[in-house]
């Protein structure tokens, strides 16, 4: 991290600091979203090849940000908060995701090969409509849409990481409030409700959580398709057990190394600036394939 | 025979409508009579023509072309956008762009082809590869081998600031087809007729290689035959309007529900229910929100995923 703040700065410190010092909180902020709510995703489900971004869910976001565009318009939304919308748009997420799980999970398809097929072509089918509605906005108000959706690591509004950060704190109070049952919910629906927990309670209250990490993640710096994967399991494998004490931090400290890493040494040391998306998004094919060819998947 | 001719003759129809919609107005009525002025017509040859052929070459294609994959990896969930066809194609055409940026457009589509060709046959080694062969596993490992691919073109167009040309193709659009851009599509129609005349050996090739050699067929052979017409088609699609996704999974599933596999006697219903259905999602981008258009593959995009979301949600039927 202190690489990152240092290495190659130019001018003025006081400007380095600010500007690097957003860009490292808003890394931070994903790396913790996207580790958390992956690994979580992977406890309720009991699967390590599903994580929230291949069931379409950070494309789904991304069609509720259009479909509000598309229905209010911009001119009203320039008129509010952003923040106050961000609040918004995340509630909408929860509620959404809620449903989509529901469906998916409730009606005794166990077939997991099926579920992330479905998770995959839902995502393509949000995208797609996201596009169709893209296409059919005004063009002032599609610049508007673009402004929100495309914030990358480069540009991001300090307003917004505030509101983040004030989410992600709620969140993580929560999640701790709730650590002890995540162990118990790994071991599956049965065995946990045997040994008295509420599950079904339980796992919506853990979605509820990973839609609001998600639309986080999502909002900093859009759709990022494999990186909770491949670190989700590499937490797995480094840790000696699969205790959520374990698992949880290493996850996320796995995910700071590898974004503020690789984001440090692409700019730095090859002069890239997104291309770390597109390198994590190669790899983590790779890892999937290798994933489904092991037969690892249960 | 007699339905085939009904069915010609609906598509004719909607290619007619295809001729007469867009944003100058050109009236059919006018063109009979002979009022009609010199820009009418020139538009007429131009762009309406050349794009209601485009279509028709490149929806029929296509959706043979997913028939013939589907036959080949004996899997009913595969077509050219899942399988890595289509992303292989793209990244031979960014290979061109980088190196010899000025070939004429059939050598364009020689590159691209021998690409998609490559990508595909990846995917079949895959494929033969994998232990256990879950009939969803194939167009998982397929969606994931085309979104690596993806990764590698896009890494490559973003290094040569390339990613604008990329972008426009990587969306299946008619609206730029004009005379002389889209003539590499009649290759891929004369392969649809290839693929016609060897029709009875895919209907064979489709039931394995063990039940192929044991009829006296050279399975391997086959097997080459049904990778090229696939890739040459691909890659001419691809290089004329860009992708053009999930025709080659809706059609022939539909086709097969209502008339079962032999091909002989549905691959001309697949081509024709191809270029209809090409054709409508054409007209609707054309007038959803005119003067606007909205690019076919978005279109397709929405009813294709769908349909996807139908087949996999369906009780799981005998699925091969």
């Known amino acids: 991290m202190v690489s990152f703040m240092t290495i190659g700065a130019k001018g003025s410190w006081s400007f380095v600091f600010s500007f690097r010092g957003t860009r490292l909180a808003s890394m931070l902020i994903v790396a913790y979203a996207i580790a958390v709510s992956t690994v979580l995703f992977q406890t309720i489900t009991g699967n390590r090849i599903l994580t929230p971004a291949l069931m379409g869910f950070d494309a789904l976001y991304i069609l509720l940000q259009t479909a509000i565009v598309f229905l209010f318009g911009a001119s009203t939304l320039t008129g509010l908060d952003p923040r106050l919308m961000f609040v918004v748009e995340v509630g909408l997420m929860v509620a959404f995701s809620l449903a989509l799980y529901r469906f998916l999970f409730s009606s005794g398809r166990h077939n997991v090969h099926l579920v992330v097929l479905i998770g995959i072509v839902l995502g393509g089918l949000f995208r797609s409509l996201s596009g169709f509605l893209q296409r059919i906005i005004n063009p002032d108000d599609f610049v508007v849409l673009q402004d929100r959706l495309f914030a990358s690591f480069n540009v991001t509004d300090l307003t917004l990481v505030g509101v983040c950060v004030i989410l992600i704190a709620l969140v993580t109070f929560a999640i701790w409030r709730m650590f002890h049952t995540f162990d118990v919910v790994m071991l599956g629906r049965d065995t946990a409700i045997s040994l008295g927990l509420d599950h079904k309670a339980v796992t919506m209250k853990i979605l509820v959580a990973i839609s609001v990490l998600v639309s986080i993640s999502t909002a900093l710096v859009g759709p990022v398709t494999f990186f909770g994967l491949l670190v989700a399991n590499l937490a797995y494998v480094l840790m000696p057990a699969a205790k959520h004490r374990f698992t949880l931090p290493a996850a996320v400290l796995v995910a700071i190394i590898c974004l503020v890493g690789g984001q440090t040494v692409l700019e730095r040391v090859f002069a890239f600036d997104t291309a770390l998306s597109i390198i994590i998004e190669f790899a983590g094919g790779l890892f999937f394939i290798l994933f489904l060819l092991k037969g690892r998947v249960r | 025979m007699k339905y085939l001719i009904s069915a010609s003759l609906l598509i004719i129809c909607l290619a007619a409508v295809s ?286 995923s769908l349909f996807f979301l139908y087949l996999l949600l369906r009780r799981p039927s005998r699925v091969a």
């Open chain 2, 19 to 304: 001729l007469f919609v867009g944003v100058s107005d050109v009236s059919l009525a006018r063109i009979i009579d002979g009022t009609a002025d010199q820009r009418q017509i020139m538009v007429l040859a131009v762009s309406r023509i050349p794009r209601t052929i485009a279509l028709l070459l490149a929806g029929s294609g296509m959706a043979i072309a997913g028939t013939i994959l589907q036959m080949l990896a004996r899997n009913r969930f595969v077509e050219p956008s899942t399988t890595g066809t289509v992303e292989s194609a793209g990244l031979g055409m960014l290979v061109v762009l980088l190196v010899a940026p000025d070939l004429p457009v059939m050598a364009k589509m020689l590159v691209a082809a021998v690409f998609a060709l490559a990508g595909t046959g990846l995917f079949l080694a895959v494929l033969r590869a994998m232990p256990l062969r879950s009939i969803l596993m194939v167009p998982l490992v397929g969606i994931m081998l085309g979104g690596m691919i993806s990764a590698v073109t896009t890494f490559f167009a973003y290094r040569f600031d390339l990613l604008q040309s990329m972008g426009a193709w990587a969306n299946g659009d008619f609206s730029a087809v004009l005379r002389g851009r889209y003539e590499t599509l009649w290759v891929a129609f004369a392969l649809t007729i290839a693929a016609y005349i060897a029709a009875d050996r895919f209907t064979v090739a489709g039931m394995g290689e063990e039940f192929s050699t044991n009829l006296g067929l050279n399975y391997q052979r086959i097997m080459a035959i049904g990778l090229v017409i696939v890739s040459m088609v691909t890659a001419s699609v691809v290089v004329t309007a860009g992708v053009v996704p999930f025709l080659g999974l809706i059609v022939p599933n539909l086709v097969s529900m209502a008339m079962g596999d032999n091909l002989r006697r549905s691959l001309p219903w697949i081509g024709l229910c191809g270029a209809g259905l090409i054709l409508v999602c054409d007209i609707i981008g054309r007038t959803i929100n005119a003067p606007f258009e909205i690019p076919v593959g978005t279109v397709l995009g929405v009813i294709g």
